[in-house]
Protein backbone atom coordinates (compact mmCIF):
# COMPACT_ATOMS: atom_id res chain seq x y z
CA UNK A 1 0.00 0.00 0.00
CA UNK A 2 1.40 3.29 -0.91
CA UNK A 3 2.19 5.44 2.11
CA UNK A 4 2.71 9.12 3.20
CA UNK A 5 4.67 10.46 5.60
CA UNK A 6 5.83 14.01 6.93
CA UNK A 7 8.13 14.14 9.62
CA UNK A 8 7.80 17.69 10.67
CA UNK A 9 4.65 17.95 12.86
CA UNK A 10 5.58 21.74 13.16
CA UNK A 11 7.46 24.61 11.94
CA UNK A 12 7.74 27.91 12.10
CA UNK A 13 9.75 30.70 10.00
CA UNK A 14 10.01 34.76 10.11
CA UNK A 15 8.06 36.77 7.81
CA UNK A 16 9.89 37.18 4.31
CA UNK A 17 12.04 34.47 5.00
CA UNK A 18 11.89 30.77 2.96
CA UNK A 19 10.81 27.74 4.33
CA UNK A 20 10.86 24.18 3.20
CA UNK A 21 8.63 21.45 4.18
CA UNK A 22 9.15 17.60 4.38
CA UNK A 23 7.64 14.88 2.60
CA UNK A 24 8.30 11.14 1.35
CA UNK A 25 6.29 8.67 0.10
CA UNK A 26 6.29 4.77 -0.65
CA UNK A 27 4.84 3.49 -3.67
CA UNK A 28 6.00 0.80 -6.17
CA UNK A 29 3.59 2.61 -9.21
CA UNK A 30 5.90 4.32 -12.00
CA UNK A 31 3.14 6.99 -13.09
CA UNK A 32 1.37 8.63 -10.15
CA UNK A 33 0.70 12.69 -8.95
CA UNK A 34 1.68 14.27 -5.81
CA UNK A 35 0.16 17.22 -3.98
CA UNK A 36 0.29 19.44 -1.50
CA UNK A 37 -2.85 20.90 0.04
CA UNK A 38 -3.19 24.01 2.56
CA UNK A 39 -5.59 24.09 4.87
CA UNK A 40 -5.79 27.30 6.78
CA UNK A 41 -8.52 27.61 9.82
CA UNK A 42 -11.15 27.50 7.64
CA UNK A 43 -10.89 24.30 7.22
CA UNK A 44 -11.09 24.41 3.46
CA UNK A 45 -8.46 22.75 1.48
CA UNK A 46 -6.75 24.75 -1.05
CA UNK A 47 -4.51 22.71 -3.47
CA UNK A 48 -0.97 24.65 -3.58
CA UNK A 49 0.99 22.92 -6.27
CA UNK A 50 0.86 19.30 -8.02
CA UNK A 51 3.62 16.97 -9.56
CA UNK A 52 3.40 14.60 -12.21
CA UNK A 53 5.75 11.79 -11.75
CA UNK A 54 6.33 11.55 -15.19
CA UNK A 55 7.58 15.79 -15.36
CA UNK A 56 11.26 15.91 -14.39
CA UNK A 57 10.80 19.18 -14.03
CA UNK A 58 9.81 20.65 -10.71
CA UNK A 59 6.08 22.61 -10.32
CA UNK A 60 6.33 26.04 -9.26
CA UNK A 61 3.40 28.31 -8.49
CA UNK A 62 4.32 31.87 -7.93
CA UNK A 63 6.39 31.50 -4.17
CA UNK A 64 5.71 28.14 -4.05
CA UNK A 65 8.12 25.17 -5.28
CA UNK A 66 8.86 22.01 -4.98
CA UNK A 67 11.83 19.40 -5.11
CA UNK A 68 10.78 16.37 -6.39
CA UNK A 69 13.09 13.31 -6.15
CA UNK A 70 11.80 10.70 -7.78
CA UNK A 71 14.49 8.05 -7.12
CA UNK A 72 14.78 8.91 -3.34
CA UNK A 73 10.67 9.21 -3.36
CA UNK A 74 11.00 12.56 -1.79
CA UNK A 75 8.70 15.70 -2.82
CA UNK A 76 9.22 18.49 -0.68
CA UNK A 77 7.55 22.38 -0.28
CA UNK A 78 9.56 25.24 -0.51
CA UNK A 79 7.92 28.63 0.15
CA UNK A 80 9.80 32.16 -0.34
CA UNK A 81 9.19 35.26 0.99
CA UNK A 82 6.92 34.10 3.47
CA UNK A 83 3.18 35.67 4.33
CA UNK A 84 1.16 35.85 7.24
CA UNK A 85 -1.19 34.12 5.40
CA UNK A 86 0.88 31.36 4.70
CA UNK A 87 -0.17 30.31 7.66
CA UNK A 88 -1.98 27.28 7.90
CA UNK A 89 -1.63 23.29 8.11
CA UNK A 90 0.05 21.53 4.83
CA UNK A 91 -0.66 18.26 3.86
CA UNK A 92 1.18 16.23 0.93
CA UNK A 93 -1.03 13.94 -1.04
CA UNK A 94 -0.12 11.07 -3.42
CA UNK A 95 -2.68 9.33 -5.97
CA UNK A 96 -1.94 6.85 -8.66
CA UNK A 97 -2.25 7.89 -12.18
CA UNK A 98 -4.65 4.85 -13.49
CA UNK A 99 -5.85 1.74 -12.93
CA UNK A 100 -7.58 0.67 -9.39
CA UNK A 101 -6.75 2.83 -6.43
CA UNK A 102 -6.47 5.95 -8.90
CA UNK A 103 -8.15 8.98 -7.70
CA UNK A 104 -8.01 8.08 -4.06
CA UNK A 105 -6.20 10.38 -2.35
CA UNK A 106 -3.61 9.21 0.28
CA UNK A 107 -1.96 11.77 2.83
CA UNK A 108 0.50 12.41 5.20
CA UNK A 109 0.09 13.59 8.72
CA UNK A 110 0.34 16.87 8.55
CA UNK A 111 3.04 20.18 8.98
CA UNK A 112 1.77 23.09 10.83
CA UNK A 113 3.18 26.18 9.77
CA UNK A 114 3.31 29.18 12.02
CA UNK A 115 4.39 32.57 10.41
CA UNK A 116 6.43 34.88 12.92
CA UNK A 117 5.94 38.70 12.10
CA UNK B 1 -18.09 29.55 -7.63
CA UNK B 2 -18.11 25.25 -8.14
CA UNK B 3 -18.77 23.59 -4.38
CA UNK B 4 -18.78 20.70 -2.15
CA UNK B 5 -21.44 21.33 0.46
CA UNK B 6 -21.16 19.58 4.06
CA UNK B 7 -24.63 19.54 5.43
CA UNK B 8 -23.40 21.08 9.16
CA UNK B 9 -20.16 22.38 10.38
CA UNK B 10 -20.47 21.30 14.06
CA UNK B 11 -22.33 18.25 15.05
CA UNK B 12 -22.78 17.00 18.63
CA UNK B 13 -24.53 13.13 19.10
CA UNK B 14 -24.74 11.05 21.66
CA UNK B 15 -22.94 7.31 21.98
CA UNK B 16 -25.75 4.61 19.97
CA UNK B 17 -26.96 7.46 17.83
CA UNK B 18 -27.55 6.82 14.37
CA UNK B 19 -25.47 9.66 12.94
CA UNK B 20 -26.07 10.90 8.74
CA UNK B 21 -23.72 13.32 7.38
CA UNK B 22 -24.59 14.50 3.90
CA UNK B 23 -22.19 16.19 1.38
CA UNK B 24 -23.62 17.42 -1.96
CA UNK B 25 -21.32 18.61 -5.08
CA UNK B 26 -22.89 20.99 -8.02
CA UNK B 27 -20.08 20.11 -10.07
CA UNK B 28 -21.34 16.70 -11.59
CA UNK B 29 -18.42 15.17 -10.76
CA UNK B 30 -18.53 10.97 -10.98
CA UNK B 31 -16.30 10.55 -7.93
CA UNK B 32 -16.85 11.63 -4.28
CA UNK B 33 -15.48 10.68 -1.19
CA UNK B 34 -15.65 10.74 2.99
CA UNK B 35 -12.12 11.32 4.85
CA UNK B 36 -11.82 11.59 8.67
CA UNK B 37 -9.20 13.79 10.16
CA UNK B 38 -7.14 13.61 13.41
CA UNK B 39 -4.30 14.96 14.58
CA UNK B 40 -0.99 13.57 13.67
CA UNK B 41 -2.55 11.05 11.54
CA UNK B 42 -3.76 13.02 8.99
CA UNK B 43 -6.87 12.11 6.73
CA UNK B 44 -7.98 8.73 6.43
CA UNK B 45 -9.81 7.58 3.51
CA UNK B 46 -13.38 5.87 4.86
CA UNK B 47 -15.26 5.23 1.73
CA UNK B 48 -15.74 6.56 -2.02
CA UNK B 49 -17.65 6.15 -4.41
CA UNK B 50 -17.29 5.93 -8.48
CA UNK B 51 -20.41 6.26 -9.58
CA UNK B 52 -23.97 6.01 -8.41
CA UNK B 53 -24.97 3.26 -6.27
CA UNK B 54 -21.51 2.32 -5.80
CA UNK B 55 -19.05 2.05 -3.49
CA UNK B 56 -15.71 0.95 -2.24
CA UNK B 57 -14.24 0.95 1.33
CA UNK B 58 -11.42 2.82 1.69
CA UNK B 59 -8.82 2.37 4.87
CA UNK B 60 -11.11 3.23 8.03
CA UNK B 61 -14.52 1.90 6.64
CA UNK B 62 -15.10 -0.20 10.28
CA UNK B 63 -18.53 1.56 12.14
CA UNK B 64 -19.02 3.13 8.71
CA UNK B 65 -21.54 2.78 5.88
CA UNK B 66 -22.29 5.42 3.20
CA UNK B 67 -25.58 5.82 0.30
CA UNK B 68 -24.97 7.63 -3.21
CA UNK B 69 -28.27 7.48 -4.39
CA UNK B 70 -28.37 10.78 -6.89
CA UNK B 71 -24.97 11.64 -8.18
CA UNK B 72 -24.77 14.60 -6.79
CA UNK B 73 -25.01 13.86 -3.14
CA UNK B 74 -23.17 11.04 -0.98
CA UNK B 75 -24.27 10.24 2.69
CA UNK B 76 -21.77 8.89 4.93
CA UNK B 77 -23.18 6.90 7.94
CA UNK B 78 -22.35 6.13 11.11
CA UNK B 79 -24.62 3.25 12.15
CA UNK B 80 -24.10 3.64 15.91
CA UNK B 81 -22.03 6.18 16.98
CA UNK B 82 -18.87 5.59 19.55
CA UNK B 83 -17.04 8.33 21.11
CA UNK B 84 -13.84 6.96 18.99
CA UNK B 85 -15.44 8.52 15.72
CA UNK B 86 -15.22 11.84 17.66
CA UNK B 87 -13.46 13.27 14.74
CA UNK B 88 -13.63 16.24 11.81
CA UNK B 89 -14.80 14.64 8.31
CA UNK B 90 -13.98 16.19 5.04
CA UNK B 91 -15.84 14.91 1.70
CA UNK B 92 -14.46 16.00 -1.80
CA UNK B 93 -15.25 15.14 -5.20
CA UNK B 94 -13.05 14.98 -8.24
CA UNK B 95 -13.09 15.16 -11.61
CA UNK B 96 -11.29 13.56 -14.58
CA UNK B 97 -9.92 15.28 -17.70
CA UNK B 98 -8.70 13.16 -20.47
CA UNK B 99 -5.61 14.60 -22.26
CA UNK B 100 -5.48 11.49 -24.79
CA UNK B 101 -2.79 9.82 -23.77
CA UNK B 102 -3.32 11.34 -19.77
CA UNK B 103 -6.00 11.40 -17.05
CA UNK B 104 -6.26 15.60 -15.45
CA UNK B 105 -7.25 14.76 -12.36
CA UNK B 106 -8.83 17.93 -9.38
CA UNK B 107 -10.47 17.47 -6.25
CA UNK B 108 -12.89 19.73 -4.43
CA UNK B 109 -12.98 19.67 -0.88
CA UNK B 110 -15.91 20.41 1.79
CA UNK B 111 -15.16 22.80 4.60
CA UNK B 112 -15.17 19.87 7.18
CA UNK B 113 -18.07 18.55 9.46
CA UNK B 114 -16.46 18.47 13.47
CA UNK B 115 -18.72 15.85 15.20
CA UNK B 116 -18.54 14.87 18.78
CA UNK B 117 -19.65 12.30 20.23
CA UNK B 118 -20.60 11.91 24.00
Known amino acids: AQTVTQSQPEMSVQEAETVTLSCTYD???????LFWYKQPPSRQMILVIR????KQQNATENRFSVNFQKAAKSFSLKISDSQLGDAAMYFC?????WGQGAQKLVFGQGTRLTINP | DVKVTQSSRYLVKRTGEKVFLECVQDMDHENMFWYRQDPGLGLRLIYF???????EKGDIPEGYSVSREKKERFSLILESASTNQTSMYLC?????????????????FGSGTRLTVV
Open chain 2, 92 to 108: ASSSIKDRGNRFDYGYT
Open chain 1, 51 to 54: QEAY
Open chain 1, 93 to 97: AYTKG
Open chain 1, 27 to 33: TSESDYY
Open chain 2, 49 to 55: SYDVKMK
